[in-house]
């Protein structure tokens, strides 16, 4: 679990919630004897895990995904979260980069400093910016990830 906890970047997501308080978080995936181990800030709340219905409905709900992972695949999440108008926060591993594009954030390194003044950034835009970029991510990811584009893809693979 505590492998998970630095893994996923959830470690770091926690340390952003004690730096800005204004700002409420959501951690997903964590389980109970992990939260009751931490000393997490009042700003988080923390949820063992959810149905993907569930999970829709937060990120409708929410204007910001951070997925800072040290090692990862292509995080369906990130594109669900984009998909709901959520504002990425990604660090640089794995489909990252190419999901969030110029689309959010991508944090080259992992550098707390530039994660925390990128996120302090992204707050104080006003609502109409963070609107328009929420909108823009979903475009992306209709564009580029759709269930169409995806079986094009492939199918352009296995015919080369």
Known sequence: DETRLILK???????????????SFTLV??????????????????YENWSSEKIKEQFAKNQFYLQLSLSEGFPNALAEAM????????????GIPKIISKYGVV???QDFDVLK???KKLVALPQSDLKEKGLAAREHIISNFSLENRSKMLLNIIAN
């Open 9 to 23: 970047g959830f470690d770091t997501v926690i340390k952003l919630a004690k730096q800005l308080k204004e700002v």
């Open 29 to 46: 995936g964590l389980s109970k004897e992990m939260t009751n181990k931490l000393k997490l800030p009042s700003n988080i709340t923390v």
């Open 83 to 94: 998909l709901c108008q959520c504002i990425p926060i990604g660090s640089a591993v794995g």
């Open 107 to 109: 944090l080259q390194k």
């Open 117 to 119: 003044n990128e996120a």
